[in-house]
């Protein structure tokens, strides 16, 4: 079994929009990350299937997002990633850095032990197969 770490997790501030919206930036912003650092392949677990299927050409993307999503597809490409979909019950650590991110500033953590307490235990929750019970 191939074990996979935490390479960056991070928070951005976006301000106000739609969860596709922030999700999409999301991505955007961690693969322009990815890239500056040189990390390649990649493999991408996202929560929202609908972005799955848009990256797998299953579906068309809207056009208000269709200029961000052609820089992802673009980027995807370019870093040879491999996106699966993942349940966001799988995907605690996303769930708590989201969170946390709609109440502060920008912020990177660099491995699973700069992670805020909580959102750690998550991410080891995450490592292990265990869902998150979310409330």
Not at 53 to 66: G, L, R
């Amino acid at each position: 079994m191939v074990q996979h770490l935490l390479q960056l997790g991070y928070i951005i501030a976006l301000g106000n929009g739609t969860n596709t919206s922030a999700e999409m930036f999301a991505l955007l912003h961690g693969l322009m990350h990815c890239k500056r650092q040189g990390w390649l392949p990649l493999i991408v677990e996202v929560d929202v299937e609908l972005m799955l299927n848009w990256y797998k050409c299953k579906h068309t993307c809207p056009a208000k997002y269709s200029a961000t999503w052609k820089r992802i597809t673009q980027l995807g490409r370019e870093l040879d990633i491999i996106m699966t979909h993942t349940y966001r019950e799988g995907n605690g650590t996303a769930g708590g850095l989201s969170k946390l991110g709609s109440s502060q500033h920008s912020q990177l953590f660099w491995n699973a032990s700069m992670l805020p307490r909580q959102i750690r235990a998550a991410y080891f929750l995450d490592k292990i197969g265990t869902a998150t019970i979310r409330q």
